[in-house]
């Protein structure tokens, strides 16, 4: 037991007094003479020793009141587990309350902000005369800087509501100590922290090190099941998305929780309308993959979204994306040759997604070349002089490059501007092309992601002919094999050119060498090639990203780009690089008191006008529920003695608990009662105790 003012007990001197009032009669006594006092002897004898007897008891209680009542205003403390109370001045008593969106997980039928808040309310009891109580939020509110008293607190409580901002425990220590050194540098502070400890948003909890001054107490708020599921990704099984034909949409779906879900419903929404259904069974800590069939009538851009219903975590119900349907893919055909075939054109001339034009190399802009998305060189015998120039400049910018050879092709030309992408030993060969000379090309690997959504079938049957070509090219290096021969040589390879895309066929695109441009192959492969040309944004972006990035042929050099919503307009930091820009997204702690991004569309406008619309969701951190349990905690703050875990938020006893071992039990109330049991008995035994 220790005393909050031990300088109180000096008043136990005071119990000397009737000590001293008892030991001493100073009472003048008068003798009374009788002619028989034999009788008055027996009397007088049994009275004295009765009156000794009183007034000892009475002295006793009077020195036990006065004692109780002394040690009543030294305030007496137990603590259970602690031998003896700080001597440092106490500082603040900051409470931190994760209102994160993971809070709204729930257990016993109760969110866990709002059990948090309950035992909160019921911890700040214990401090309703203080003016030294501290509360800090996700949100860094200016109003929660200052230390005030537990009254203003609870009203603080009551407007708390969930918090976009997601904060480590580092961060948080950092703000209330930096409130506890204002208030009083040299005080013992206790901070209390309410969270669920979740692993994704806490930080490195080995790094925060908690000051000497400092008692820390950390409550988990943790339930014993749980359940979130959220999109992790959204992708098109086709690159492009086609007007008035059937699309499809892959949807990856996680449970982070450690139940599992069966029959998910999922709604796929375009421009507000229901466009598709679909469910899934996702295990525990595990992704299903949802597939939606979709029909958009028009051109242009189309808003969609996912939608579900998983409670009781929400705010990752909703997953936005755009699509952008029949985007205009800008085909540039350079040949060398006077009159080419007309594979090429009869494929793309008559496709309204692509817009053709066909030049000779002797005779064409180079302006034209960075106005492309895909270049298809054909039949050219040197790639030199501006041509060369002009080709490498398109690949560094993002674009993409087909080259066929012609039938006389000059190897070091060739290899003059192919050696800087990593192609070696280039030989022409010199065999005239004859059927004999055909050789088989191999059938694709379906699992390259190149053909994966090409063909349906997974292997090819005999009734189904291989394509034949004659090389007249062959090469080394390192470039991925999109087609082969079958003796293992490369027919048509694709190599990554920083943004941009270089492709090399074995083989000139006539029929002199083989029937590659007649056969069902040609097609689906030129197309591809065309469609991954297309310089399509992402359908999502997370507002984690540290940058996105996209592809802005005309974008002006000084203009101000603006990323707005209903609800938010910001001015981020941005970059033009050629005809990428590069927005840089403030951070949520960044931004303007008021201002918070939320999951929805934005649009990114240039000089008053719109020029894309962007989908921008939560990230995954919140939606994951993996959380530190208290044996964690005590296994990760152990070498900290002033770190305490405590394990039941639940069962209520966690007040008493860290009132036992920190505050510990005030007892003067007790011995209050007693000093008035002892005044009542004084004056029974002088009331009754006659002598």
Sequence with gaps: MQFLFPSVLWGLLALSIPLIVHLFNFRRTKKVFFSNVALLKT?????????????????????????????AFAQPIFFKNKANIDARPVGINGIYLDNSLSMQNTTESKRFLDLAIIKIDELLSIFNRSSNVQMTTNDFDGQDQFVTNASKVKDRLTTTDFSEIP??????????KSIAEKHNPSAQNHFFWFSDFQKSTVGKLENVKIDSNDKLHLIPVIGKASQNVF?????????????????????????????????????????????????????????????????????GVHKGKILFDDQPITFDNDYYFVLNASPTIRVL??????????????????????????????????????????VVLEGVSTI??????????????????????????????????????????IEVMNEVPSPENFVDINEPDK???????????????????????????????????LLSFRNGKAFLTRTK??????YLLASPLNSKFGN??????????????????????????????????????????????????????????????????????????????????????????????????????????????DNYSSENLRDIFENQKNVEVYDDIFDGSFIEAFRDTSLGKPLWKYFIVAALVFLLVEILLIRFLKS
């Design 167 to 176: 904060r480590t425990l580092e961060q948080v220590y950092k703000r209330q």
């Design 333 to 374: 055909h350079l040949f060398g040759q006077r009159s080419p075939q007309n594979y090429l054109s009869k494929m793309y001339a008559n496709d309204s997604l692509f817009k053709y034009n066909a030049y000779s190399i002797s005779n064409f802009d180079p302006g034209q070349v960075q106005n492309a998305d895909i």
């Design 231 to 299: 999109v992790d990704s959204v992708w098109l099984s086709l690159p492009v998305v086609r007007e008035m034909q059937n699309n499809v949409l892959n949807v990856k779906v996680y449970n982070s929780g450690n139940k599992g879900v069966e029959k998910l419903p999922l709604k796929l929404f375009i421009d507000n309308v229901q466009a598709s259904t679909s469910s899934v069974n996702i295990s525990s800590n595990s992704s299903a993959t949802a597939t939606f069939n979709f029909t958009v009538k028009e051109r």
């Design 516 to 625: 590659f441009v007649e056969h069902a192959f040609f097609v689906p492969t030129f197309y591809k090639m065309a469609y991954l040309s297309s310089k399509s944004d992402r359908l999502a972006y997370n507002f984690s990203e540290s940058s996105i990035s996209f592809f802005m042929p005309n974008a002006p050099k000084n203009a101000t780009y603006k990323l707005k919503n209903d609800k938010l307009e910001i001015i981020p930091v941005q970059r033009l690089l050629g005809k990428t820009l590069n927005l840089t997204l403030p951070k949520s702690s960044e931004l303007s008191e008021g201002q918070l991004f939320g999951s929805g569309f934005y649009d990114l406008v240039i000089n008053g006008k719109v020029e894309k619309t962007l989908a921008l969701n939560h990230d995954h951190l919140e939606s994951k529920l």
């Design 497 to 502: 050119v920083g943004d941009g895309v270089l």
């Design 447 to 481: 699992s390259s992601p190149f053909y994966a959504d090409v063909f349906e079938r997974s292997s090819f049957n005999s009734l189904v002919s291989l394509p034949k070509s004659m090389p007249k090219m062959q090469w080394g290096g390192a470039a991925e094999k």
């Design 384 to 425: 030199d002089g501006e041509t060369k120039l002009t080709l490498e400049n398109f690949l560094s910018s993002g674009g993409s490059v087909v080259i066929s050879p012609s039938e006389n092709p000059e190897a070091a030309s060739y290899l003059a501007f192919l050696g800087k992408y990593g192609f070696q030993n």
């Design 43 to 71: 009397v007088e004898t049994k009275s004295s020793a009765f009156r000794k007897l009183k007034q000892l008891l009475i002295m006793a209680v009077r020195m036990l009141f006065l004692a109780c009542l002394i040690i």
